[in-house]
Structures are given as C-alpha cells and as structure tokens.
C-alpha cells in the first residue's frame, strides 16, 4: 500500500535528505539499546491498529505523531525512553537530545507507515497558534 505526502506523491523511504540522519541514529538506538527498536515497532503498530479499530476507517482515526510519546519520554509503557536516552548519548545537551528524540521517532514512525498495508496520506495541520506540535497528522485515505 502507500504513505502519501501532501502533494500526493507516494513515499516509499525515509526522505533522502533525512535518510542519513535516520540510518546513524537507528544505528546507535540498535547499539545502546538492542531490544528498543523492535518493541518501538510492535508500539507503535499497535496504537495505529487501535486508532483503527477505535474509529473505523474514516478520518477519526487520524492522529498526530506527537500525540503518541507526548512531551515525557518516560510516561506510559516507557517503551519510547531509549529514544531519548540515546539523543542524549549523541547530542549531550538535554535540550537538544529532546528535540532531536522527537524528530527521530517521527522519522521511525514515518517508516512504520510507510510499511503498514492500508493507504495513509500525511501533512501538517496546526490546530490553533498555541497548539502547533511539530510532528505530522497521518489520516486514513479513504478511497
């Protein structure tokens, strides 16, 4: 099936531009934590399919990526932690290991949509000016 960007094109990889970032970044998650990226997966695969099985098909079942980790890697399950525990081997500083952490796992779920077997468009869609999260809003393509 597809991911599709907002101009329609389908998307099949990581952004080349983002793609080298991805790779280095997946590789030290896969270093320091080596059990982390697939219980990320099997996360994230299943809050989609809940969404899903929450709203049927339709745009309901639409959510924001960062909606997901929200702003505390440790809350929930705690399954999103290495994540940011891995920005901060990389990057040092807090601040910036928590926006790179954020950016990295929107590109890890980038990657698990664009793998998933139903067709999904994404783009942005701030809600108000106070409310404007930097990940993507992903909707089912209702065809």
Request: glycine fraction near 8%; charge should be negative.
């Amino acid at each position: 099936m597809s991911l599709e960007s907002p101009s329609g094109a389908a998307i099949r990889n990581i952004p080349g531009e983002r793609q080298n970032e991805y790779s280095y970044e997946l590789q030290a998650l896969r270093q320091h934590f080596p059990n982390a990226e697939i219980e990320i997966l099997r996360e994230l695969s299943g809050f989609v399919d809940e969404r899903i099985r929450e709203h049927g098909w339709t745009r309901k079942a639409g959510f924001c990526s960062s909606w997901i980790p929200g702003s505390n890697w440790e809350e929930g399950s705690g399954v999103y932690q290495p994540i940011f525990e891995t920005m901060v081997t990389l990057f040092v500083d807090h601040e910036l290991a928590h926006k790179r952490a954020g950016w990295f796992f929107g590109l890890i779920l980038m990657d698990v949509m664009i793998h998933r077997n139903e067709d999904w468009e994404f783009k942005r869609e701030p809600r108000r000016p106070d409310d404007d999260p930097e990940g993507f809003y992903y909707y089912p393509i209702i065809r």
